[in-house]
């Protein structure tokens, strides 16, 4: 809560990138409400895709996957899950639908954290409950040693610690002294110098990043996956996250570059909404089109997966159709095989 303590004694002095940031942002925040008033049905193709790439995604960050053939099963469905990987990627799913469901009903607090992390962690000995021991984050290097990145909070002082948290971000927003898009990424940095659960702590910030985003009035993370936006530019996350944490137990840290990291990737999940947004096709037997749309948008090799984020109003089976025909009409060719296998277009 060391961030948003130095804020509440002294209200920072924005640096200049951040201004940018913020003004950008409240354009794009105008540009969604007139999304939503002029073709709400447009959105209807996003809102799957998202919570398809938020789960997966949020999980694989942390090492946890599933194999491709059964994301759409694992997220969308209801059949039976194989394993623990599967079981975390629906209980990611299960929040992602509490959140867009029950947003503005759901408060940020320490029982909202415990809930989170109950359901994106079943049936574990801890799931749901704050650590018990204390611990340190470390970095695992190629030739087998390993260093301290951060030493969070000791387990002692966890509750008070994420209780002061939340106290601090509502107390903050009321006095409107700090802008809240600050509030909200210096809180997520706050949240993850605390770790207050053994394992888990990521996918539980992100999702706390996802509710207090909606309750800013900001819901392109309903159509666009920030967990996917983050993953992409996961070495920087991780580095401005290090950067940010040095120094934060005494309260003398830069919260600055992790801050206007979160305000850059929301800038960019809104570039993404407003493209996706005018390439979203909802004709009948416009599908096929979408795919060859967004096949002309690659020029080097690519996954089928990037394809699919591509076009997100079309399934993986219709992706996978399209690529298949354009194969056989030498088009296109597969450089390998399996599901990391790359395509590449023919010229």
């Known amino acids: 809560m060391n961030t948003l303590k130095s804020f509440l ?3 920072p002095q924005l640096p200049l990138i951040t201004v940018w940031e913020l003004n950008e942002l409240s354009e794009y925040r105008g540009k969604q409400d007139l999304f939503s008033r002029q073709s709400p049905q447009r959105l209807k193709a996003l809102r799957e895709h998202a919570v398809v790439e938020s789960s997966v995604a949020s999980n694989r960050i942390e090492g946890v996957e599933v194999a491709p053939e059964r994301v759409k099963d694992v997220v969308l469905g209801h059949g039976t899950l194989l394993d623990r990987n599967e079981m975390e990627v629906r209980g990611y799913q299960e929040c992602l639908r509490w959140i867009h469901r029950e947003h503005d009903r759901i408060s940020f607090t320490p029982e909202t954290s415990l809930t989170l992390h109950s359901k994106t962690r079943p049936g574990l000995w801890d799931s749901g409950q704050l650590k018990t021991e204390d611990g340190e984050i470390v970095e695992k290097h190629q030739d087998g040693n390993v260093t301290v990145r951060f ?7 966890t509750p008070e610690a994420l209780q002061g948290t939340c106290r601090l971000y509502a107390e903050l927003l009321r ?12 809180a ?3 949240f993850l110098c605390i770790h207050p659960f053994r394992d888990g702590n990521g996918r539980v910030s992100r999702l706390l990043l996802l509710l207090t985003l909606y309750q800013l009035g900001y819901q392109g993370g ?8 983050i993953e992409r530019s996961k070495e920087r996350y991780y580095d401005t996250l290090h950067q940010s944490s040095r120094g934060w137990h005494e309260g003398t840290h830069d919260p600055w570059p992790y801050i206007n990291y979160l305000l850059y990737s929301l800038k ?12 979203t096709s909802i004709e009948k037997g416009g599908k096929t089109e979408a795919v060859l749309k967004a096949l002309e948008r690659f020029d080097s090799p690519f996954q089928i ?9 079309v399934s993986l089976d ?3 159709k399209v690529l298949k025909d354009e194969a056989e009409a030498g088009r296109v060719t597969c450089l390998g095989r399996g599901k990391n296998a790359k395509w590449q277009r023919m010229r």
Do not use: T
């Open 318 to 320: 219709m992706v996978r």
């Open 305 to 313: 997966q990037e394809l699919w984020k591509a076009c997100p109003e």
């Open 9 to 11: 004694q002294s209200p």
């Open 268 to 279: 960019e999940l809104y570039g993404d909404f407003e493209a996706r947004y005018n390439h």
């Open 175 to 186: 006095e409107k002294q700090v802008p809240p898009l600050v509030l909200w990424a210096a």
């Open 188 to 190: 997520n940095l706050d």
């Open 151 to 157: 030493l969070p909070l000791s387990a002692r002082e």
């Open 222 to 229: 309903r159509y666009i996956s920030l967990e996917a936006i």
